[in-house]
Each structure stands twice: as C-alpha cells, then as structure tokens.
C-alpha cells in the first residue's frame, strides 16, 4: 500500500527565507507525485506534479520540487517566501502502475511571519 | 473557465436530518470524486464514479450515499448526519482514473450539523 508521510505539521519561515517542505513516500514503483495548497476555506490547488522525465519540477507561484528517487522524497521549496504563502499544504501520490486512488499526506501549515 | 463547482459553500443542518450537496463541473472529466476532510487533516476519499460506474470505499459509511446523473453532476447524500459528519466536503474531478492527470477540486461545502 502506499503512504505519503509530510514531516513537519507546522512549518514558520520569516518573510524572504526559504520554504523546504518536506515528503516522502513509499512504494517500491515510483509513484505520480503532486503537491496542492489549500487556502482557508477552498478547495485544494495543484501547484506542481512529477510524471517522468527531468525531476526537477516547477510549479506555480515561485515553488518547485525535486524528485530523488533514492531517497523516495519530493520535497517542496521556494527561495523566498512571501505573505501570501501561508496555507495548508499537501503532497499526494497515485500508483503509475496500478489503481486510481490519490493517497494524501497529512498536510504542513505553512506560516510566513512578516 | 473550465471548472468544478459546489453548492451551497456553507450548509447548516439538524442532527439526523437529510442533507443533499452539489457539484458540478465544465470539464468533462470522466471521474468524480468526493472527500471528506475534518480540521487539519487530509482530504478522505468516500467514493468515486468513473462514468457511471460507482466506486465505493471500503470504510466510507452507508449513511453517505453518491448520484450521478450525467457528466456533469454529482450528489453527496448524507442520510441521518450525526455531529461527526461536520466537515469539509470537497468534489474533485479527473479525467481518466490512472495516469499522471491530476485531480481539480471544487472550492468545498463545509456543512454543519446542530
């Protein structure tokens, strides 16, 4: 079975730092990876998705992630980081071999203190 | 835009009385999908339908029922909630079951049971 496993359930960057948010998963094929925000009260946003090709992705609003197959990670980053980057924050995989189900980590809130 | 939309955003209900929630999308996405998803937690799949054919997760409680009448609309029946049913309930859509495609989320009805 697959698990996605986020360190971190609460993560706080001063304004301009870096983001690294972290997610690893398990599964001996290496899975579809997706990161999604969530704002308060809406609905989940893609930022960025892994298929094949280069593993280093980039998604929208400034943040990227790196698939490292070795390290079964897809960790998410931003050089700096900004008010508006606060929010909840999931990474999620699906099975490239089999299935159809999305399997979520548990999220990391992301606070950006001014 | 092509989109996924739920009505109403916020519903309010009584213990044990009958609630309907809506989606809808404009993207002819063969799948639909609908979650629960309780406070600081991730989103928890209850089913999906791949065209018409229904897909039901193993733990998802039959108190939660699933209509599709067609492409585009999608029915979330809670027949008795209880106070444990208050949550965010998000619709999301793909368009095919397996691959790379990612999912689209609704903005979310956050329902309310007095």
């Known amino acids: 079975a697959q698990s996605v496993t986020q360190l971190g359930s609460h993560v706080s960057v001063s304004e301009g730092a870096l983001v690294l948010l972290r997610c690893n998963y398990s599964s001996s094929v290496p899975p579809y990876l997706f990161w999604y925000v969530q704002y308060p009260n809406q609905g989940l946003q893609l930022l960025l998705k892994?298929?094949?090709?280069?593993?280093l992705v980039k998604g929208i609003n400034g943040f990227e992630a790196e698939f490292k197959k070795s390290e079964t990670s897809f960790h998410l980053t931003k050089p700096s980081a900004h008010m508006s980057d606060a929010a909840e924050y999931f990474c999620a995989v699906r099975p490239s071999n089999t299935g159809n189900q999305f399997y979520f980590g548990t999220g990391t809130s992301l606070t950006v203190i001014p | 835009d092509a989109m996924v939309i739920q009505n109403p955003r916020y519903q309010v209900t009584q213990f044990g009385k009958p609630v309907t929630l809506s989606c809808s999308q404009t993207?002819?996405?063969?799948?639909m999908y609908w979650y629960q998803q309780k406070s600081s937690q991730a989103p928890k799949l209850l089913f999906h339908?791949?065209?018409?054919?229904?897909?039901n997760e193993a733990d998802t409680p039959d108190n939660f029922q699933s209509r599709r009448p067609n492409t585009s609309f999608c029915f979330l029946d809670i027949r008795s909630p209880g106070l444990g049913d208050a949550a965010m309930y998000l619709c999301?859509?793909?368009?095919?079951?397996?691959?790379?495609?990612?999912?689209?989320f609704g903005p979310g009805t956050r329902l309310t049971v007095l």
């Open positions: 892994y298929t094949t090709g280069a593993t």
């Open positions: 339908y791949y065209d018409k054919d229904f897909n």
């Open positions: 993207l002819n996405h063969n799948v």
């Open positions: 999301a859509t793909s368009r095919v079951r397996l691959g790379d495609n990612e999912q689209f």
